[in-house]
């Protein structure tokens, strides 16, 4: 069979030729008036024969200076190609990428998540302006994840994405321990506890990330590609593959495999025209977000499901209360990192997503009559897998899991989120059969000062770290607590301090945390209300994140609150207009509402 047989088709009905006029061989009316259009297209490398061909979009979200999208330009130009041997016309373009890792801690961090919309409105302003016929979506650091779907399902367009894949694990030069990002972060908190000493530290920094590819672990990166495949927005399998191959360092021949099948893929979805809203659906979601919690997914995995939700129109049918029910029925299976022991590299070398689906499918968690995006159902595309063997402890079997279901991720509500609110419990029991942390509120108004007062030895057992104006309108940006989380737990305080907070967390942080609070402080929600020294109550049989304190005197301080002006040096900047336009996190901080 031919490219051209296999590929494309040719002619018919295809939006492009609202740009091009189309192929003078069989001109459409408007070819006459497109006559200047196709002159630029023609500088740019168009020939007569391309003007009968599908504009395929390709989103490559580039980056030198970061290794997660590091070697996303390889994958770019064997995608091209391969659209192009497929008789479609490539049309690739580059989107910023904000890194996470190298943003924690420092201003560049309230960058992070208003990238994730600024990509989302990159990729559709590039595939709509050049009036794209079907489109390939690149994903790789947390951001550009959520972002490769988010425009598919806001446009209802004809497209897939695929992963870059995910790092090789690092190696420590003595020990010969697995390391990742997550040991870098907490070693910091250790050294300062005088746990570790610097040397170790500084070797642990040369060698935990060996190369391209996102972080390795459990963190946001993963947990979406895990997320974003079980949602049937990326072919089966592809998710766990590693950037690099493990044999020789080099592009992995299995990710380079997979840019050429998700390009044959796309060309079935635009056979058949199956659109991403056909894809993504309510039971579509929940198997996103049922495979997340069995793995041990990132909280961040909650706020970017809630925002593809709403980008496919399903906002009135799908809210942050979902996720306890969905909870309720998945337990935690995955043993990774940050909590468990494996990094993604030993999903792969087990079989990689589609094995624990399987268990998922047999076990009744996951919807089976789901469309994906190989044109079949979920069902259809795990026949002949097999669930994981009894002989390993990178997926643990469902009967005996790491933790029972309602273990992981836990959304909150109480007088302190009335919206909403994200404890990661990873399988953590709080106070024993009360299921309760009470403690002191020690109160920072940033993520820095909360830093060096953990730094500073100043946070102690017992004691409940709030750190607030760090949400989405507050920062601005709703940047990630990672530093003084894995601080935390470096100097040893992980299960003993509660952190609460209306920023985020990163995925490698775990610890006793709550993130995502709702109304955030900065306008007026009740973490604006807290004092130094009042008692705050983690309660998991209620649900509920709540202060103690007399309901009359608290009212009396939210009544007394003032909004904070944004900081001077910011007025004007893209901060600012993200500000004015984000929504709360319990819908997805999205920068156009909710709809």
């Given amino acids: 069979m031919s490219a051209e047989d296999e590929g494309f088709p040719r002619g018919g009905d295809r939006r492009s030729i609202e740009m091009t006029g189309g192929d003078h061989r069989d001109p459409p009316p408007n070819h006459l008036a497109r006559a200047p259009a196709r002159a630029f297209l023609r500088a740019a490398g168009f020939t007569d024969d391309d003007f009968s061909k599908p504009i395929v979009s390709i989103s490559v979200p580039w980056a030198s200076g970061q290794p997660c999208n590091q070697h996303f330009r390889e994958l770019g130009d064997v995608l091209h190609a391969e659209v192009e041997r497929l008789s479609g016309k490539a049309f690739s373009f580059g989107t910023p990428v904000i890194s996470d890792g190298q943003g924690q801690g420092n201003e560049g961090m309230r960058y992070s998540l208003p990238s994730r919309d600024l990509i989302a409105d990159s990729i559709e ?24 779907i988010m425009p598919l399902a806001r446009r209802n367009a004809i497209g897939i994405s695929l992963y870059g894949g995910s790092i090789l694990a690092g190696v420590h030069p003595d020990t010969c321990e697995k390391l990742d990002a997550a040991n870098v972060f907490e070693g910091v908190g250790a ?7 610097i040397e170790d530290l500084h070797k642990i920094e040369c060698h935990a ?20 495949e079980a949602l049937g927005m990326c072919l089966p399998g592809t998710a766990a593959h590693t950037a690099m191959d493990p044999a020789t360092g080099k592009l992995s ?32 979601l929940e198997n996103a977000v049922a495979v997340m919690m069995s793995v041990g997914g990132s909280t961040n995995g909650i706020l970017h499901t809630l925002a593809i939700a709403h980008e496919a129109g399903l906002g009135d049918e799908w809210n942050i209360d979902r996720y306890n029910t969905i909870a309720e029925r998945v ?23 589609p094995v624990l689906m399987k268990l998922l499918l047999d076990r009744g968690v996951l919807h089976g009559d789901v469309l994906t995006c190989t044109g079949k159902t979920l069902a259809e595309n795990l026949e002949g897998v097999q669930a ?6 990178v997926i643990f079997p469902f009967d005996k899991p790491i933790a029972a279901a309602g273990q992981h991720l836990v959304v909150l509500k109480g007088n302190l ?12 029991q709080l106070g024993g059969d009360s299921g309760k942390f009470t403690g002191p509120a020690r109160v920072y108004d940033s993520e820095d000062t909360a830093f060096e007062a953990v730094q500073a030895g100043k946070i102690v057992k017992g004691d409940v770290l709030v750190i607030r104006y760090e949400g989405p309108i507050g920062g601005p940006g709703m940047r990630e607590m990672l530093s003084p989380s894995a601080a935390l737990v470096g100097a040893g305080l992980g299960k003993d301090v509660a952190l609460v907070t209306d920023g985020r967390f990163s995925g490698i942080s775990h610890g006793v945390m709550v993130g995502h609070v709702d109304p955030e402080a900065a306008v007026g929600g009740p973490l604006a209300g807290l004092r130094e020294g009042d008692l705050v109550e983690i309660d998991l049989v209620a649900r509920t994140l709540s202060h103690l304190v007399d309901l009359g005197v608290f009212q009396k301080r939210i009544d007394e609150f003032v909004r904070r002006p944004l900081r001077a040096d910011l007025v004007g900047s893209v901060l600012d207009k993200y500000a004015r336009l984000v929504g709360g996190a319990s819908t997805g901080a999205l920068t156009m509402g909710t709809k």
């Fill in 417 to 428: 989120a009335p919206n909403g609110c994200v404890i990661k419990l990873s399988g953590k």
């Fill in 191 to 197: 050294v300062s506890a005088g746990i570790m000493d």
């Fill in 388 to 393: 994981p063997s009894a002989d390993q402890d």
């Fill in 253 to 284: 021949p299995r990710k380079v495999e997979d840019c050429k099948n998700t390009a044959a893929a796309l060309v079935n979805l635009y056979r058949k025209q199956i659109r991403t809203r056909d894809i993504i659906t309510v039971k579509s």
């Fill in 331 to 353: 337990p935690l299976l995955g043993n990774f990192t940050p909590s468990g022991k494996y990094q993604m590299q030993a999903l792969d070398e087990l079989g990689g997503l």
């Fill in 125 to 148: 302003l590039m595939h709509e302006g050049y009036r794209g016929d079907a489109i390939i979506t690149l994903g790789g650091c947390d951001k550009t994840q959520p972002a490769a």
């Fill in 209 to 228: 990330l060996p190369g391209p590819g996102s972080c390795g672990g459990m963190f946001t990166a993963n947990t979406m590609a895990v997320a974003i």
